[in-house]
């Protein structure tokens, strides 16, 4: 078992910043592959990044690719999700997961309780 707990997320301007992170606790975090999820007003979550257990592979939504960056620190039990030239179509709530496979395509077993972000226009 284990538990996520996402932070970082907040109202931003378009164009801006935010770093999302999510702290993990419970089992060996080194050995869960984890990806970030969003979920808008009305519409179903999807998929926004992903990154292998040892975070030498990484993937992304076509939507963000070249804006946000997935990284983890393992010593730390984190995962971060930085996200730069933030659109107003970005504003969802952001949701970590961690997989227990090894390689893709993951599914998801653990996930976290969401942090909001908001891009104002």
């Known amino acids: 078992q284990v538990q996520l707990v996402e932070s970082g997320g907040g109202l931003v301007q378009a164009g801006g910043s935010l770093r999302l992170s999510c702290a993990a606790s419970g089992r060996t975090f080194s050995s869960y592959a984890m990806g970030w999820f969003r979920q808008a007003p009305g519409k179903e979550r999807e998929f926004v990044a992903a990154i292998s257990w040892s975070g030498g592979s990484t993937y992304y939504a076509d939507s963000v690719k070249g804006r946000f960056t997935i990284s983890r620190d393992n010593a730390k039990n984190t995962v971060y999700l930085q996200m730069n030239s933030l659109k107003p179509e970005d504003t969802a709530v952001y949701y970590c997961?961690?997989?227990?496979?090894?390689?893709?395509?993951?599914?998801?077993?653990?996930w976290g309780q969401g942090t909001q972000v908001t891009v104002s226009s």
């Open positions: 997961a961690a997989s227990e496979m090894r390689t893709p395509p993951y599914e998801y077993d653990y």
